[in-house]
């Protein structure tokens, strides 16, 4: 069964940052794509990132482009997105999932309970 754990939210001021970290269980991870997407409730959900298995971006989002970076480290089988220099719209509930290039855009499986992200001044 496959699990995937997010930790490292919480509430910070504009311009602060955050690590949110990944930890992935079951047979699914070294061969797989993994990446990012967020969600406020009632909205739909934002792709962020998707990394290729041996850990280079295939996509990374223009809205986050030069503050965010997504990694991978495949012998924790976990995966890590920085946040710097947050602003009140990166407030979102942040989940990691695996991913696949779709017919428009990028597409998440397999998330795991997310964590919630906070901006505020």
């Known amino acids: 069964q496959v699990q995937l754990v997010e930790s490292g939210g919480g509430s910070v001021q504009p311009g602060g940052s955050l690590r949110l970290s990944c930890a992935v269980s079951g047979n699914i991870f070294s061969g797989s794509d993994m990446g990012w997407f967020r969600q406020v409730p009632g909205n739909q959900r934002e792709g962020l990132a998707c990394?290729?298995?041996?850990?280079?971006?295939?996509f990374l989002a223009a809205s986050v482009e030069g503050r965010f970076t997504v990694s991978r480290d495949n012998s924790k089988n976990s995966v890590y997105l920085q946040m710097d220099n947050l602003n009140t719209d990166d407030s979102a509930v942040y989940y990691c999932?695996?991913?696949?290039?779709?017919?428009?855009?990028?597409?998440?499986?397999?998330w795991g309970q997310g964590t919630q992200v906070t901006v505020s001044p």
């Open positions: 990394l290729n298995n041996l850990g280079a971006t295939a």
């Open positions: 999932a695996t991913c696949w290039a779709g017919i428009k855009e990028y597409e998440y499986d397999d």
